[in-house]
């Protein structure tokens, strides 16, 4: 039962270096999310995926791409790093299509710093 | 855009005591679920509530959703050390977004 994967669980960059959280689900989930988490401000939405081939913005998605062309992965592009992208990043999954109506599987988080 | 707050940010107690954790949407939820995130882990949902008014046990943890379905709150009896950790509520928004409120950290100590 591996439910949510997500590498790396650790990575150091430095400013305007790319790089791919990657992420992948066995459960045959339609939703995909990926949040990011800081100090005093919460779980914040990058991005989601309601489905394969489609993908839209979240809460802050500046400086984040995404793509989904297969139900099992969503993986999560830094295109040139910034430190302000220093934080820890969660794909979560859920059963159904439309958030808040199932619960939501988290990965166990992919940390990142830049430097 | 939707907001959902949460208070206390944090919360010290001493094992034995009660802790409460309010959440508070500036919008009315479809639904509310609560997630719970010990320290260094990942969140893990709790519960989902759905009625107006609807009150949901799960052993010491007593979850509430507001007759006007804009408030939650969670109440945990008689804390333990097993409790330590931040709970968040969260609710749907539009299209799909799911917004979780700002966390409540609850600290416990012998």
């Known amino acids: 039962n591996a439910g949510v994967t997500q590498t790396p669980k650790f990575q150091v960059l430095k400013t305007g270096q790319s790089m791919t959280l990657q992420c992948a689900q066995d459960m045959n989930h339609e939703y995909m999310s990926w949040y990011r988490q800081d100090p005093g401000m919460g779980l914040r939405l990058i991005h989601y995926?309601?489905?394969?081939?489609?993908?839209d913005q979240g809460e802050v998605p500046n400086g984040y791409n995404v793509s989904r062309s297969t139900t099992e992965d969503f993986p999560l592009r830094l295109l040139s790093a910034a430190p302000s992208q220093t934080s820890v990043y969660f794909c979560?999954?859920?059963?159904?299509?439309?958030?808040?109506?199932?619960?939501?599987?988290f990965g166990e988080g992919s940390r990142l710093t830049v430097l | 855009g939707q907001q959902v707050m949460q208070i206390p940010q944090y919360q010290h107690v001493q094992e034995g005591e009660d802790f409460t954790t309010y959440c508070n949407s500036s919008?009315?939820?479809?639904?509310i679920q609560w997630y719970k995130q010990r320290p260094g882990g990942h969140p893990v949902f709790l519960i989902q509530l759905v009625k107006s008014g609807e009150v949901k046990k799960q052993k010491r943890l007593t979850f509430q959703f507001g007759e006007a379905k804009k408030n939650s709150s969670l109440h945990i009896t008689a804390t333990q050390t097993t409790d330590v950790g931040t709970y968040f509520c969260a609710g749907p928004g539009t299209a799909s977004k799911l917004t979780f409120g700002t966390g409540t950290r609850l600290q416990v100590t012998l």
């Open positions: 919008t009315t939820l479809s639904n």
């Open positions: 995926s309601v489905g394969a081939g489609i993908t």
């Open positions: 979560a999954s859920s059963y159904l299509a439309g958030a808040g109506t199932g619960e939501l599987f």
